[in-house]
DNA sequence: ATGACAATCAGAGATTGA
């Protein structure tokens, strides 16, 4: 089973370049954030064309995650427990039924910026809900993959400049700490379980040339339960999808599971 | 220190992103 995280940047502006992407990488699951739509705005039916069962999770203009699978899902959830209140679409669930179910969970982590401020509070609030949906996880004892967008540059060496990093909202201590603390509960980051070497990117800004001279971010991570790691045969980014024509700015990183 | 770039909604320019 091949699942990829794509943040798409919106599938209005995307159609064209990630039906592309779907025909010629062929994931059985693409599991796509900032939709920027609404359920009724997504072109469903393009997609089931291709094959592709397809939930979402929408909202007005911003944010907005989906999963598209070539296999049956079931028990699809929307949106991150824990409070009532948060009405922005970010988080999406649902069991993909192959020769092993796995669990998988689409998330877009709030951005954070500026720090600090309500928008940082609200990223930390997130992940501290993510850590109890983690948790949730975890009990099952079953294969679960939670990828998507997180905002996090884990470390020093998963961003060309760290030094320009340092007290954004991707990399401030107390973002890298909440996120660690979920690592820590016991998954598995499957980047870094596959590759050591630093320069590995997942994002590069529009401006300035990001893109033309390396100047990147890894921010889009697959974290695996126990369950699901001890399934993992490989983990990449496929970047050469930022270079071609009307490119997100994000690009999709890949795991195969034995599954 | 600033802006650069792209997308959305709207129908100009503010807001958001990372």
């Given at each position: ?33 900032e939709?920027k ?21 929408g909202q007005k203009s911003f944010n907005g ?23 922005q679409a ?18 877009y ?151």
């Amino acid at each position: 089973m091949k699942i990829a995280t794509f943040n798409i940047n919106g599938i209005k502006a995307r159609i064209d370049a990630l039906t592309e992407w779907l025909k010629t990488s062929d994931p059985d699951v693409a599991v796509l954030q900032e939709i920027k739509s609404i359920d009724d705005n997504f072109p469903r039916a393009h997609f089931e064309d291709m094959g592709y069962i397809v939930e979402t999770h929408g909202q007005k203009s911003f944010n907005g995650v989906a999963i598209l699978s070539k296999l049956p899902l079931e028990d699809v959830t929307r949106g991150l427990p824990g409070d009532p209140e948060d009405e922005q679409a970010r988080w999406i669930e649902a069991t993909v039924v192959g020769e092993t179910p796995v669990r998988v969970c689409g998330l877009y982590l709030p951005n954070g910026n500026p720090v600090p401020g309500p928008k940082y509070d609200y990223k930390l609030d997130w992940m501290r809900r993510l850590k109890d949906r983690a948790a949730q996880l975890l009990a099952q004892e079953e294969p679960a993959v939670m990828c998507g967008d997180y905002n996090i540059i884990p470390q020093d060496e998963d961003a060309a400049r760290p030094e320009v990093w340092q007290e954004d909202a991707l990399a401030r201590p107390e973002s890298r700490a909440a996120f660690r603390e979920i690592l820590n509960l016991g998954f598995t980051e499957a980047f870094r379980a596959r590759q050591h070497a630093p320069g590995h990117y997942s994002f590069w800004d529009y401006q300035a040339g990001a893109w033309d001279r390396n100047d990147g971010i890894r921010i889009d991570h697959h974290l695996l339960t126990p369950q699901a790691a001890d399934l993992l045969k490989d983990c990449w980014i496929e970047s050469a999808v930022r270079g071609r024509e009307k490119p997100s700015d994000h690009v999709p990183v890949w795991i195969e599971l034995s599954a």
